[in-house]
Nanobody, 129 residues
Framework: QVHLVESGGGLVQAGGSLKLSCAGS????????MSWFRQAPGEERDFIAG????????YYLDSVKGRFTISRDNAKNTVYLQMNSLKPEDTAVYYC??????????????????????WGQGTQVTVSS
């Protein structure tokens, strides 16, 4: 069992930065790839960033490349999402999720939600213009 708790969301002006954290508990946290998803009002939930279990491979949605950075500290059982140059269209609820294994099976399906065993409750990010 893995329990995930996101934090760090809030209200920020366009161009600003936020750093989200996802604290995990459970013995298998460090052996799982971890991802961030987001869901804007009226939209589907989208994959935005992923990192494998040892942190040496990362993956991003094209629209956040160069602005967002995913990282993890396995000693602290925590995954981070540093978000810079935020835009109003980044407004969403952000979720972290624990993948079923330490590496993603097939990158084109990295957004397949059924392959994620555990989800956090989400944290709201609002970017004002």
């Amino acid at each position: 069992q893995v329990h995930l708790v996101e934090s760090g969301g809030g209200l920020v002006q366009a161009g600003g930065s936020l750093k989200l954290s996802c604290a995990g508990s459970g013995r298998t946290f460090t052996s799982r790839a971890m991802s961030w998803f987001r869901q804007a009002p009226g939209e589907e939930r989208d994959f935005i960033a992923g990192i494998n279990s040892n942190g040496n491979s990362t993956y991003y949605l094209d629209s956040v490349k160069g602005r967002f950075t995913i990282s993890r500290d396995n000693a602290k059982n925590t995954v981070y999402l540093q978000m810079n140059s935020l835009k109003p269209e980044d407004t969403a609820v952000y979720y972290c999720a624990a993948y079923k294994t330490g590496t993603y099976d097939y990158l084109p399906l990295i957004d397949e939600e059924n392959d994620y065993d555990y989800w956090g409750q989400g944290t709201q990010v609002t970017v004002s213009s």
